[in-house]
């Protein structure tokens, strides 16, 4: 990354620093900070102790870096700058402003796509799992499953998740509840040639009968349990009345030859 930014001629390198990282390979997860945000130094308070050589990392960002240095020095303001980007970012992102910019990138699902079958390639929003730098690289969430991931690609894997920080993809959905699907109830059931495999189908019942009392409850307060199509009592007793569940430690050696 630094390479590609040394071969480019001087003048160039004092301009539009920010349409440069963030075109940069590896960096599709940021959104481009406004001007206003960064002159405003109510918004960056704090952050100067974050970073070191804060004042340069800064002019950098801002374009109006004119220190003539050599190239290691220069390697160094640099690194400092992508750091102080990424935390003003985190700060950003959390802004009206912001939200909006990520909220498009998301709608292009620039952050990718959930990995699990019943999600159907929902879009996924970055986060951190700490908001500390240095700590933990940025993992992946999916409101439709609720669940967190790794990023598919090793550049971004190395992302510094503080960047995002913990609580930028709840706040998106506060701010936006119209973004959170319908929870659906669709899951994998196992299955052994076409028989649900024993400990799993208990297993499954069970959880099935949970959930069916906890929407007995809400339906009694009038709480909206948010499921998308409520389970009814009829489908639960006829997951109770299907005993052809295959158990296979209860079988005969023999028995498993018809199914070999
Ligand atoms: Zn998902």
């Given amino acids: 990354m630094m390479d590609e930014f040394a071969s480019e001629s001087d003048s160039d390198y004092t301009s539009y620093w920010r349409d440069w990282f963030i075109s940069s390979r590896g960096n599709e997860y940021f959104c481009e900070i406004d001007e206003d945000y960064l002159t405003d130094r109510f918004n960056l308070t704090g952050l100067n102790t974050e970073v070191q050589y804060y004042q340069y990392a800064l002019d950098l960002i ?98 510094d998740g503080a960047y ?10 506060q701010v936006y509840p119209a973004l959170v699907p319908p929870k659906s109830a669709d899951r994998y059931v196992p299955r052994v040639y076409g028989f649900k495999v024993h400990a799993s189908a208990a297993l499954i019942r069970w959880q099935n009968n949970q959930r069916s009392d906890m929407l007995r409850r809400l339906r009694k307060l009038e709480i909206d349990s948010g499921f998308k199509e409520e389970i009814g009592d009829e489908d639960l007793e006829e997951e109770d009345e299907e005993e052809e569940d295959l158990d296979l430690e209860a079988m005969e050696p023999d028995a498993m030859h018809v199914l070999g």
Wanted: proline share 6%; with cysteine.
């Fill in 164 to 173: 995002f920080g913990t609580s930028f993809h709840n706040i998106m959905f």
């Fill in 62 to 159: 801002t374009d109006v870096f004119d220190l003539d240095c050599d190239d290691e020095m220069r390697e160094t303001i640099e690194k400092s700058a992508r750091h102080l980007y990424g935390l003003i970012h985190a700060r950003y992102i959390v802004t009206t402003r912001g939200l909006a910019k990520m909220l498009d990138k998301y709608k292009k699902a620039d952050f990718g796509k959930c990995p699990r079958v019943f999600c159907h390639s929902h879009p996924l929003l970055p986060m951190g799992q700490t908001d500390i730098p240095h700590q933990k690289p940025v993992k992946l969430y999916c409101v439709r499953c609720e669940d967190v991931y790794n990023p598919k690609s090793s550049r971004h894997g190395a992302i």
